[in-house]
């Protein structure tokens, strides 16, 4: 009778264990660093998820934060590591082990320095042209949000001096701060040079162009990967499995992002339109995957369209 009660109890704190696991699988934790091209494919995954019977817990967190979140276990999913640019974070937690690159979702990115057309068709076409032109640039260069690997980068350079860089000044702000400047000065025609990168609706709302020279800090062209905490896609490996089939395009992005800008509607809307007119992607993304209770999920999330 005792070791019945024991096998009994033990059953039971199995099947405990067992729903808190389902449980802490049912809320995926995500994070976006206010960048338009993330909040888009997090959209796209929040979509997905939803129709399984999940949920997605966005949150908007600074690179290093997110990064920190993800050791930590704070923060499960974070899709984008653009590389090289974040190759510093990459050796500090995910060549440690610490996070998991768990797959690329994104090829053929550009992430450095740009410049509109006029200011290109004044001979600014590489790094190293910036400073023959100081003045006119009034010493500025334009990032991101404070703590962003490419702001970091650009720090190193002139702190470094680099391309005779080491008295301008790196003016830090949002994704959105930085290209409303942009904007002010583009209709005045004054020099400006700011981060850009591809995908994102900037290459179309801007006439721009990519400056060379920095391939030592930026890469030339790079890829965007998903990365989890640490055991994540073991721990609920449903969700793991749709997060290494979930793969992206630039086409795709920034269709979505410029129905967001031109249309003004909500990410969520964009995605739910852009798959309802390509529904032939979900069979990739949902191969081998299952709603939240085990059933088919490519007809679950059809089902949501």
């Known amino acids: 009778m005792q070791r019945l009660s024991t096998v009994l109890t033990v059953g039971l704190l199995a099947l405990g264990s067992a729903s808190v696991y389902a449980d802490q699988c049912e809320t995926v934790k995500m994070a976006d660093p206010g960048w338009s091209d ?4 997090n959209a796209i995954t929040g979509f997905l998820l939803d129709g399984m019977g999940y949920k997605a817990k966005v949150d908007t967190l600074a690179v290093p934060i997110t990064f920190g979140g993800l050791k930590d276990g704070q923060v499960d999913v974070f899709l984008g590591n653009w590389m090289p640019a974040q190759q510093g974070f990459y050796d500090k937690f995910i060549a440690t082990g610490d996070v998991t690159q768990l797959a690329k979702n994104l090829d053929g990115t550009e992430f450095t320095l740009a410049v509109p057309d006029y200011v290109w068709d004044a001979g600014v076409h590489n790094f190293a042209d910036l400073n023959k032109y100081a003045d006119k640039f009034d010493k500025k260069i334009y990032g991101i949000g404070s703590g962003a690997p490419a702001n970091i980068s650009l720090q190193d350079i002139i702190k470094k001096n680099d391309f005779e860089l080491g008295q301008w000044k790196l003016i830090e702000s949002s994704e959105q701060a930085m290209l409303a400047e942009v904007s002010r000065a583009v209709k005045k025609q004054k020099f400006v040079t700011f981060l850009g990168w591809t995908p994102h609706p900037m290459n179309v709302q801007l006439k721009m162009h990519y400056l060379k020279g920095g391939e ?18 073991q721990a609920c490996p449903n ?14 992005e920034n269709s979505i992002m410029a129905e967001v800008v031109n249309k ?15 529904p032939a992607v979900l ?23």
């Open 239 to 252: 969700v793991g499995k749709l997060l290494t089939n979930l793969s992206f395009t630039q086409e795709m």
């Open 264 to 278: 003004k509607v909500s990410n969520a809307e964009a995605v739910k339109a852009w798959i309802k007119a390509n």
């Open 38 to 41: 993330i909040a888009a494919t």
């Open 283 to 305: 069979d990739k993304w949902l191969d081998g995957v299952k709603t939240v209770d085990g059933k088919d999920a490519l007809g679950a999330v059809k089902a949501k369209l």
């Open 216 to 233: 030592k800090y930026f890469g030339d062209t790079g890829a965007v990967y998903t990365l989890t905490r640490k055991g994540y896609a």
